[in-house]
Every structure is written in C-alpha cells, then in structure tokens.
C-alpha cells in the first residue's frame, strides 16, 4: 500500500525547487494570496523553527516579531501558492527544532551566522 502512495505522489503532485534551508535560518517566503478575483504576492520574513516531514508533506515553521507580539507560520512545501524562498542569512543553531527560540527576547534572541 505504501509504494502505491509513494508512485502517486512522485506521478501527480508538481514539485517545485527551492532552496536547502534549516532551522536557525532566516528567511523570506513569497506566497500568493487571492482576494475575490485579484491575486497579489506577500512575503513572510522570519527565523525557521523546524522543518517537519518528509516529501510531499515536508513542511517548515517561521517565526518573526510584529512588534512585541511573536507570529509564527507553517508553510507546507509543496503548496501551490508558493512563489520563491529566499534565505537572507544561514544560522548556527545546534538542535533541528528551536522551541526555546519562543521563550527569548531581546539580544538573547539572536542567532549566530553560520561562517562559510
């Protein structure tokens, strides 16, 4: 049964390229919103806190700060309103998923580049 699944997924579902990104991250997605008949681009800038999944349900979790207030996003990887992903910087983060990110403020709440 889970080949069956497997052959589907990898037949049907359209996969878009985007680019190697993890948790510590700070990135930028593009996504499409429709509003009755018009259609615009908005972007979300945040930190990823986790990618989950695998293949056609991979998806990534963002978080960033409008203002005081913590917002925080799940993005699936593989949904059609997806436009770009940018990464703007690479983090130094030691865990694959940083919840304890949630619980700091300030400049402890910053994250190291990651040295090329």
Excluded: C, H, W
Aim: net charge positive; no cysteine; charged share 35%.
């Amino acid at each position: 049964m889970e080949e069956l699944i497997k052959f589907v997924q990898d037949e049907f579902v359209t996969k878009k390229e985007f680019p190697e990104f993890g948790a510590g991250d700070t990135i930028t997605v593009y996504y499409e919103i429709r509003e009755g008949e018009k259609t615009r681009t908005q972007f979300f800038r945040g930190v990823v806190i986790q990618v989950k999944g695998s293949g056609v349900t991979k998806t990534f979790t963002i978080r960033k700060m409008s203002g005081t207030i913590g917002v925080e996003r799940i993005f699936p990887l593989n949904m059609p309103a997806l436009q770009k992903i940018e990464i703007n910087k690479k983090g130094s983060v030691r865990r694959a998923r940083i919840y304890y990110f949630r619980g700091l403020t300030g400049k402890k709440a910053r994250i190291k580049e990651k040295r090329s």
